[in-house]
């Protein structure tokens, strides 16, 4: 499969609040950590991956955050990457993320409509550990709420969690926003993937290294 951060990924993120990209942890060796979120009127929302993963999730503001359930979600999932994103993806591909790595799958509903989704996986790379975020998206309704953040903040925090030593993702060179606000988060640029998307537009690969477990701010 392509690895994907492409311009529909990207400018769906292009109007997130940078400033409060961020996450923190009361204890990263804990599975039941407490997590904070940004909430779209600024408040602090606290919370434990016990409820993170569990059917009802968590709400901040009228947004519900819950990891990935199971096959249930899967066509709701795919509508809506398929709406905003230009480039074809069979079921197959999702459930190559989503069974090998449920655990790095979030989702982002207003009340039963999903919203939003980020899907990711962990793998080996020479000697390191390196986290990929795949896919995010949100919907084009539900833009400059922080909802694209705070997925991209659970998925930064699940995978130091698992260990990874770096994460990488790539996005269409044009997206300037975007690049900004990975850049904020900590992500460097390492590489121009010359015509790297189907309609023939570059790409930059962004790379975070945490093997410190750092925690951007």
């Known amino acids: 499969?392509?690895?994907?951060?492409n311009d529909s990924h990207a400018s769906n993120e292009s109007s997130i609040d940078t400033a409060s990209a961020s996450i923190t942890?009361?204890?990263?060796?804990?599975?039941?950590?407490?997590y904070k979120l940004s909430s779209f009127e600024g408040d602090i929302v606290e919370f434990t991956s016990e409820q993170l993963n569990s059917s009802q999730g968590v709400l901040v503001g009228d947004i519900q955050y819950i990891g990935y359930q199971g096959e249930t979600q899967i066509e709701a999932l795919m509508?809506?990457?398929?709406k905003e994103l230009p480039e074809p993806y069979t079921i197959f591909t999702y459930r190559y993320f989503l069974n090998k790595w449920p655990e790095l799958c979030f989702l982002a509903y207003d009340k039963d409509q999903l919203i939003g989704v980020v899907i990711s996986k962990k793998q080996p790379?020479?000697?390191?550990?390196?986290?990929?975020?795949?896919?995010?998206?949100?919907?084009?309704?539900?833009?400059?709420?922080k909802i694209g953040s705070n997925l991209v903040k659970l998925t930064?925090?699940?995978?130091?969690k698992m260990d990874c030593d770096e994460i990488v993702l790539?996005?269409?060179?044009s997206n300037s926003k975007a690049i900004a606000l990975y850049e904020n988060l900590g992500f460097i640029r390492v590489k121009r993937l010359y015509r790297y998307y189907a309609m023939g537009a570059d790409a930059i690969r962004l790379l975070l290294p945490i093997k410190d477990k750092f925690i951007p701010k």
């Open 125 to 145: 790379h020479g000697l390191l550990e390196r986290g990929y975020i795949g896919m995010l998206v949100v919907d084009k309704e539900y833009r400059r709420k």
């Open 1 to 5: 499969m392509t690895d994907i951060q």
């Open 156 to 160: 930064l925090d699940k995978m130091i």
């Open 25 to 34: 942890t009361s204890n990263t060796n804990n599975t039941n950590s407490t």
């Open 79 to 82: 509508n809506l990457i398929k």
């Open 170 to 173: 790539e996005t269409i060179i």
